[in-house]
């Protein structure tokens, strides 16, 4: 369906039906709507017993994938050409979607994605077709909420599948170009798009960087086919490359396709080997780029875990070779060395410092989504703290962030506690481990006195001598900066 008209008669059948994320919620209620996200649909079918009405009709389509009849889907939407256009299937007075088209949005804007039916709902049983369309999911919307939000004259969705970040990246590029191997994805993102009212997306077919050799970009994000399988099967996550070879080569090529200043924002699959750090097999990666990283590791996956995941994910649980692919799995992981998979984000910036920051950590905790703002903070604090030398850092005046508790612990009846605890409440949520000094020099920081100064007050009150406490705290107060405890001049 890319005639136009056509496109244009089904998203206003859309809209009219209020087949909406809010309008989801308000017929289905908020324990309903919550299971769908758990493949859970009797809650919804009882939320909807008795409706025959467009809504409630749209939602069995296609967020249950439930069949309904004919007259019911003639009077939900342009049915004929819904028909013609492989979105729906008739058998009968019973009628099917043949595609998944789901309600998406930000606060003040709807959407409706494309993409094939799921394995975790009723409308596939078995394993996925091999040029399989993902719909939206945890990974995605991952990516959406860690992406830089700022305007930018020109993004990059590598790898776009169901076009869900081409999307997000529409509203704050002047323009946006989606690209993926599969033909499929880029057909069903030219739905998305056009269903969408989305007019500043061009669409590439090729691999990895190729559809875009010599262009420059300010944005790119990917949600790459990172699986680290033994056999590439389906596009939308095998890339037929041996282990985590192809996110290290997407880190390798971005660089080269951004501009300065500009952002390359990917997730990412890496092996823990045997005898070796998983933090120094990033680094690898990363040193060449001369780009400013952070590499934030989220979950890590015994390979039992990764390949059962994966097997269930294409709906290979269902089929009589689950077994076999299972232990050809763990062959594979078994011959490489591999004792887990590493699961999180990579974020470049390609700043031009001689010096560049790459801080790799392991954070598993909960954290506040969205995240982008804090990451382009997170970037901003780096490039600060990279011009300051320690006398010029105690000689500004930071101010403590919002949203920060002190924790003390220690036995219980100690005059002084064994350790404190500084946490946010926001952002990545994190919580630093400070000593006294520490802890008062973060409590003190509210703009008006320079770090030096309350240092010296510190020193004073401890008894300790002040050019001494001078020269040792520096160290701390770059990372309560580096983390966001302390905010420079200016910030929120």
Known sequence: MHDSSQVARLRDALADAEYTVDGCLDALGPQAYGALSRSETVPALRSLRGDGGPLATLIRLFLLQAPVPYAQARAALPFDEAVAGGLLERTGDEVRAAVDIRPYGEADTDWWVVSDLGSGIGGVSGPVRPDHVLGIGGASTTLAGITVREPVGRALDLGTGCGVQALHASRHAGAVTATDVNRRALDLTRLTMALSGVS?????????????????????????????????????????????????????????????????????????????????????????????????????????????????????????????????????????????????????????????????????????????????????????????????????????????????????????????????????????????????????????????????????????????????????????????????????
Request: with cysteine; charged share 25%; glycine share 10%.
């Open 200 to 492: 500043n997306v061009g669409l590439a077919e090729g691999s990895l960087f190729d559809p875009v050799e010599g262009e420059k970009f300010d944005l790119i994000v990917s949600n790459p086919p990172f699986v680290i399988s033994p056999k590439g099967r389906f596009t939308y996550r095998d890339a037929g490359m041996p282990g985590d070879e192809i996110c290290r080569r997407l880190v390798a090529r971005a660089p080269e396709y951004l501009n300065d200043g500009g952002y390359c924002q990917l997730l990412a699959n890496w092996q823990h080997v045997k005898g070796e750090d998983w933090e120094d097999r990033l680094r690898e990666w990363l040193a060449p780029t001369g780009c400013d990283a952070w590499v934030v590791q989220r979950e890590v996956q015994d390979p039992a875990q990764y390949a059962e995941l994966w097997l269930r994910d294409a709906g290979d649980h269902h089929d009589a070779g689950y077994a076999a692919r299972y232990d050809a799995w763990l062959d594979a992981f078994e011959q490489d060395g591999v004792e887990g998979v590493g699961f999180g984000w990579i974020t470049l910036r390609k700043s031009g410092a001689d010096r560049p920051v790459v801080h790799i950590e392991d954070w598993p905790h909960a954290v506040e989504q969205p995240l982008g703002a804090e990451i382009e903070a997170w970037f901003g604090r780096q490039e600060r703290l990279r011009g300051l030398d320690d006398a010029a850092l105690l000689d500004t005046a930071f101010t403590l962030a919002s949203a920060v508790l002190q924790e003390q612990t220690g036995q219980p009846g100690a005059e002084d506690p064994e350790y404190v605890v500084l946490r946010q409440q926001r952002g990545m949520c994190r919580a630093d481990r400070v000593d006294t000094v520490g802890a008062a020099l973060a409590g003190a920081s509210d703009g008006r006195l320079t770090a030096g100064a309350i240092v010296d007050a510190i020193a004073e009150l401890l008894g300790e001598e002040r050019v001494a406490l001078r020269d040792a705290v520096p160290g701390t107060l770059r990372s309560l900066v580096a983390d966001g405890f302390l905010l420079f001049p200016g910030q929120d």
